[in-house]
């Protein structure tokens, strides 16, 4: 069974994130979302976070959302995944990852699986959504619209 843990902070999920989760299906058996919540984080946002994101998944069983703080390796480990699935979108995203997986490979022996963002989604990011959105831009195109199909 091979499980990956796809961690990131997913602020908002992008269609981005639904991409790389689908491809990973590709790869692995079961995909693990992973939110990563910092401390000062609301409980009740990021539950609100977490059920929007699980709900884009109610038709594939072969993949989970979870929640979690701390250590990603050690979520990894808890959830039974064997490796980290990322995305790249630039160089900068490149070298980011290279140390991460680097360092994560060192403390756990868990190896990262990069996939290369789809160049027509190579621009979108959390960040830029959350930008537009604060401008009052509507940001659905950047979204997914629906849910995952098995
Ligand atoms: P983090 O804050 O950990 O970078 P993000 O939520 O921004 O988390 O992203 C999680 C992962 O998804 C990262 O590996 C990021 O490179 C990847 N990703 C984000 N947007 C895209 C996209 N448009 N195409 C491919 N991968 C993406």
């Not at 939110?35 to 069983?61: C, H, M, W, Y």
């Not at 290279?98 to 868990?110: F, K, P, Q």
């Amino acid at each position: 069974m091979r499980r990956a843990l796809f961690p990131g902070s997913f602020d908002p999920f992008t269609i981005g994130h639904m991409s790389i989760v689908e491809r990973g299906l590709t790869l692995f058996d079961e995909i693990v979302v992973g939110v990563g919540i910092n401390a000062d984080k609301l409980q009740a946002e990021t539950g609100r976070q977490i059920g929007k994101i699980a709900g884009l998944f109610v038709s594939e069983p072969r993949v989970k959302v979870i929640a979690y703080s701390g250590l990603t390796v050690d979520a990894a480990k808890a959830n039974g995944c064997g490796f980290l699935l990322r995305g790249v979108r630039t160089s900068a995203d490149f070298e980011y990852e290279r140390t991460l997986s680097d360092i994560n490979r060192n403390i756990s022996g868990i190896e990262t699986v990069l996939l290369y963002a789809l160049p027509e989604l190579a621009s979108v990011s959390s960040s830029m959504v959350r930008d537009l959105q604060r401008h009052g831009y509507d940001v659905s195109r950047f979204l997914p619209s629906q849910p995952l199909e098995q």
